[in-house]
């Protein structure tokens, strides 16, 4: 009788990883001395033929109850017992303080008279003008519609354009300011949602083939609490598939800078729109670099909060211990606005905190130590070294730091099983087949080597995530932000495991050569291109406001974020 794949993946239950493939039921007949001791390679093991045999008995008893467990339906939204907490024993953590408004005090000057400097004008100075009255919510609405219709399309931004439901709370928003009502500084703000976050009768496809035609049940805490901030939804964004990558089953997700290439991702679609200004900002995620990378590609500010901060109750799990929602802006300013919003506690996340979010824009940054690791800066990127440099013009202290020598690659293990645990019922059913890159790195491939992985090395890497965790702190207690390249020094990696929140800023433009591809994927001729380039700033637990308060000054000294992408202007 023919063995399904279900049934095949199903027997993969040695350790939590696999010595080898065999069906469910009889797997203390199948899985032979010999099959073990071909298999001690992949785990570093060698035991004795005495102990082998050991191992082989009460496989039965195991095997069924793994059959019994795969029978359970477990969805996405179930969380693991487990949960992460960046917050380590014996540490106390700095209390912000909630103000009354996070906007900036600065004058917004007034409302251009060309639709598109409104459209890409940043979100704190619309704010400012709809409260005046100095312009409606739904003419703002309506010149982003426009420009989604126009130019949505070649960016491959958008999976649906919520254009009646916008209209609608964008009328609604101007009525309640006309009363007097202020919800908050998002009130009549259009912005786009990034498709893995729920909103209820309209579709959530997570970016893949096989949740296409997913419509949401039910409203994600994120789209509740913009929604009572008064925002105004205009549309669900692109995800690359299943939160990787810029890739999604309708299309790959353009760079505005330069559309013969791809947005980056996996918040694709969220930093193509706010760098096109089709949008007022968007809301993305990240598990590990997510809201980084597309903003570095896109030449939009992205803030990455701190783990735990802000509620994914709603939103598509990828990787409970290490999912976070952030915004992605065109400002510095911007991304404390939506965060007030954002920011506060969620008993239907597991692994929320109470944590209290603002920012005194009144603090001189010059007050801040900023540390930094001077080898990341030796052959960086002419922006990278122009914000290190603006930070000695502000007078900040510098403080060179460095790194403990650990194996901080260990910990992708996370990612990978975590996401295939969450995307088991894919592997097992060869629904991952349906989606659209099957690479050696792809999601596919990867679920199925994270059957490999042992469950005792997987709590052992869980164990050194603390480590990694306890080692950050020691850097923290020397500064209060440090600035680097994006990628360097595996700050990416290693403040997405710790928990610690990111800004990612425009510092500059850089020249890169690409080879455009034509439709049918030939490669056309050469060309440089000027591109937008991103500079990271890393802060403590909670430590958003220092972030916010230096790099909204780097940025000013830079003066480089208004700059737009030319085809779009």
Sequence with gaps: MATTRREILGGLAVGGGTLAFLPQANAQEQLTGDVIQCSEGLFGIDYTESEVEQMIIGLDDWAENAARLRAIDQPNSLQPATTFDPRLPGVSYEMQHNGPDVAPETDPGPVPSREADIAFSPA??????????????????????????????????????????????????????????????????????????????????????????????????????????????????????????????????????????????????????????????????????????????????????????????????????????????????????ILETLNGYDVADASSLEMPFGVDWQTDPATLKVGYFPGDFENAAAPDRAALQAVRDIGCELVELSLPDLPYGALGTVVEVEAAAAFEELTLSGGDDALRWQGPNAWPNTWRRARLRSAVDYINVDRFRRTVCEAMAVVFHQCDVIIGPNFASNMLLITNFTGHPSLIFRSGFVERTLNPLTASGAARQEQTHLLPHGTSLWGPLFGEDKLLLLGREIESRLDVASERPGQFS
């Design 124 to 337: 704190w100075k619309q704010s400012k003008w709809l409260r005046a009255g100095h312009i409606s919510s739904e003419r703002l609405t309506r010149i982003y519609l426009d420009r989604i219709e126009r130019f949505g399309g070649e960016l491959e931004c958008f999976v649906t354009v919520t254009a009646e439901l916008a209209i609608e709370q964008a009328r609604a928003a101007d009525a309640a300011l006309a009363r007097g009502e202020y919800a908050s500084p998002l009130q009549g703000l259009p912005y786009a949602l990034k498709d893995i976050v729920d909103v209820a009768g309209i579709r959530s496809t997570w970016g893949a083939t096989p949740y296409q035609d997913r419509i949401a049940e039910s409203d994600a805490a994120v789209y509740q609490r913009l929604r009572e901030s008064g925002a105004v939804l205009i549309g669900k964004s692109t995800s690359g598939a299943i939160a990787y990558n810029d890739l999604w089953f309708g299309g790959l997700t353009r760079n505005p800078w330069n559309t013969d290439e791809g947005s980056s991702g996996s918040s694709a679609g969220s930093a193509s729109a706010v760098g096109a200004g089709l949008a007022s900002f968007a809301i993305g995620t990240e598990t590990l670099g997510s809201i980084v990378s597309p903003s570095h590609r896109c030449g939009t500010t992205g803030l990455r909060p701190t783990f735990g901060r802000v509620s994914r109750a709603g939103a598509m799990a990828l990787c409970w211990s290490l999912d976070k929602i952030g915004p992605l802006t065109r400002s510095v300013a911007d991304t404390a606005l």
